[in-house]
């Protein structure tokens, strides 16, 4: 039971923050780069995506850090989140011990992002003007889905990279086994093959499918609420 929520706190931290800045930060970032009135092209929403999702990421890294740590602490010889984020800037440095792995947890979040807001963002809309469906629940869920098996299969390779830097702990004066990204690709592609960047990709999407349904759920009915208008 316990194996099973490691890593509970510091994911509820990350999520609530990193969404927050992601989802929010879309539209801002539409508006920025298009002209009032006009059409957005799909490149353009995955732009925006993009730039959202990299900057939810890049500020929330430590509680991500701790939670890859929390969850591959078999033993469970780690102690609570708070506790080993202290422990973690004290011994491998506040910079570049906290913030470890951003480079593939930014390009993690920019993939992940960029595929699953604009292919929701877009599917919606081919949807709406073929006419097959109104704006309401079933909409949302139907392009929520599309989202959801987009966002998965982008961002498996750069999540299986992301995960094995993390996990690696790093102590002053040792050298890391995993350095960068593409150091890690070749890793990967030499011991198992393209199969293995895609290593866990079922399970990957059974969090994000139920997670982007229950998001732009919420996040439209939210809209809604507050006046403002759909995606």
Not at 82 to 100: A, N, S
């Amino acid at each position: 039971r316990v194996l099973l929520t490691a890593g509970l706190l510091p994911s509820l931290l990350r999520e609530g923050s990193y969404s927050t800045i992601r989802m929010g930060g879309y539209e801002p970032v539409k508006r920025a780069i298009t002209a009032p009135g006009q059409p957005l092209p799909l490149y353009k929403k995955i732009f925006a995506g993009a730039c959202s999702g990299s900057a939810g990421s890049f500020f929330t890294t430590p509680f991500d850090l701790v939670k890859v740590r929390l969850q591959t602490d078999i033993h469970q010889r780690l102690p609570n989140t708070f506790v080993l984020l202290y422990r973690i800037g004290r011994d491998e440095g506040p910079i570049k011990g906290l913030w470890r792995g951003v480079g593939p947890n930014v390009a993690r979040a920019t993939v992940t992002t960029a595929a699953q807001i604009s292919s929701y963002d877009h599917s919606k809309h081919v949807l709406l003007d073929l006419g097959w469906f109104q704006e309401g629940p079933l909409l949302h869920f139907l392009s929520s889905v599309i989202a959801g098996f987009c966002a998965a299969t982008a961002n498996n390779p750069v999540d299986v990279v992301k995960s094995r830097m993390q996990a690696e702990t790093i102590l002053a004066g040792t050298t890391p086994k995993h350095r960068n990204i593409p150091q890690v690709i070749r890793l990967v592609l030499k011991s198992e093959g393209l199969g293995g960047l895609y290593k866990g990709w079922f399970p990957n999407w059974c969090r994000i499918a139920p997670h982007t349904c229950i998001t732009f759920l919420i996040f439209e009915q939210l809209r809604r609420i507050c006046g403002i208008r759909p995606i």
